[in-house]
């Protein structure tokens, strides 16, 4: 069993960051792979970007060049960096975990926080 718990979130101008920390209980941190979903109002849950076991990352297209995901085994820790965020980056974002990718991409994982709220507005 392995429990997620989102942090970082909130309400940031257009161009502005945010750092959203996903913390993992347990001691098998290192054998998931982790993702970032966000889901806005009236759309549905996207993939933002993942993270495999080996440290290997794939963005949505909306996000590459602004958006970072890492990951420290150390601190059963994964976390995404957001730059030049924009006002449609304005959703409730996920982290989840699996010990399989493609139940990340496919977002059937087994693990889900509980959400962080981003809100991108002047």
């Known amino acids: 069993q392995v429990q997620l718990v989102e942090s970082g979130g909130g309400l940031v101008q257009p161009g502005g960051s945010l750092r959203l920390s996903c913390a993992a209980s347990?001691?098998?941190?290192?054998?998931?792979?982790m993702g970032w979903y966000r889901q806005a109002p009236g759309k549905q849950r996207e993939l933002v970007a993942l993270?495999?076991?080996?440290?290997?990352?794939n963005y949505a297209d909306s996000v590459k060049g602004r958006f970072t995901i890492s990951r420290d085994n150390a601190k059963n820790t994964v976390y995404l960096q957001m730059n030049n965020l924009k006002p449609e980056d304005t959703a409730v974002y996920y982290c989840?975990?699996?010990?399989?990718?493609?139940?990340?991409?496919?977002?059937?994982?087994?693990?889900w926080g509980q959400g962080t709220q981003v809100t991108v507005s002047s």
């Open positions: 347990g001691s098998a941190f290192i054998t998931y792979a």
């Open positions: 989840n975990a699996d010990f399989s990718y493609d139940r990340i991409v496919t977002g059937s994982s087994r693990y």
């Open positions: 993270i495999t076991q080996g440290g290997a990352t």
